[in-house]
């Protein structure tokens, strides 16, 4: 949708170059993946530091002796540094950020151990499932939310603001079905599901394009009560994908692609958008499916 828009504020034609900026786009969400869980890494490795840093001290209580201990021998932490694929994908990433920046690691931290919640976990008994719910507990409410992470990321990759929620939600399911048994390949997962996932990337993109006009088309004659001049240049090219989508993509089931433009029109565009947008793609739906123009095959029948 980015890159269609792109083209057409910019009247740009050069289609490959969209291309290749969708796909350099596309890897930079794992790049972004990569950067949250090194951060993981190295709260992992102040937590140490400041643990040995307070055995030191002459005078500290038993408070401070103990404070950072709980947090540098957590289970899932430490599956997750001593993760050597992981290690290696964050080498080969060139992911270096927290070294550079770590007044963000350490202003994390302060807010980790300072919470009510670390209070809590500090108390309780050491077990895979509670350090696990400890992890996914402070990375959704303290990590995540944190807006001097989010402004780190938007100013360093514009991309990274639209994978940002996305990437989250993801690490959050991850550790939540994480297994004391999983292996280190659970961490260092694949962009793409398969080649057919990977391809659709750039299908949607050129088919989208090179067929515009056949898609206006498609839309036009159903957008009863509008002109084509009224309508919101996204809502016009979420209209566009959409039928593309429905038409060219016969493994992707069609209640899949309405709820996904329509969730793209919320998102994005204004806020009659999903309104207007539904009811143009049941007429083109409804019209395609009488003539007999969608072909769904395997769980696109779905």
Known sequence: MQSIYAMRQSQSQDLDKELKFLQNSADEMRH???????????????????????????????????????FSENLLLLAIVHNTLLQEA??????????????????IY??????????????????????????MTIFEEIIAPDETMYEYIEDYNLTWVDDYPI????ISRLFREVL????DKYFVPSLYKDEEEKDFLTGLLKKAVLNDSKWEDEIITRMTGWEKDRVAVI???????AVCEMLSFP?????????????????YSTTKSSAFINGVMKNVHKELEEKQQIKKIGRGLL
């Open 90 to 107: 964050i080498a080969d990433a060139r992911i270096n950020h927290w070294e550079i920046h770590e007044e963000y690691v350490r202003t």
């Open 167 to 170: 990437v989250n939600t993801y």
């Open 110 to 135: 302060k807010n980790i151990v300072e919470s009510e919640l670390y209070k809590k976990y500090n108390k309780q008994k050491s077990s895979f499932e509670a350090d696990k719910s400890f992890l």
């Open 251 to 267: 493994s992707i089931p069609v209640k899949v692609t309405l709820n996904e433009y329509l969730e793209l029109a919320k998102e």
């Open 32 to 70: 972004l993946y990569l950067l949250i869980l090194s951060l993981f890494i190295e709260l992992h490795s102040l937590a140490t530091h400041q643990h040995k840093v307070a055995q030191k001290k002459y005078l500290a209580t038993t408070e401070e002796r103990t404070v950072h201990q709980k």
């Open 180 to 183: 004391p048994t999983s292996p």
């Open 235 to 241: 809502d016009s090219i979420l209209l566009k994908m």
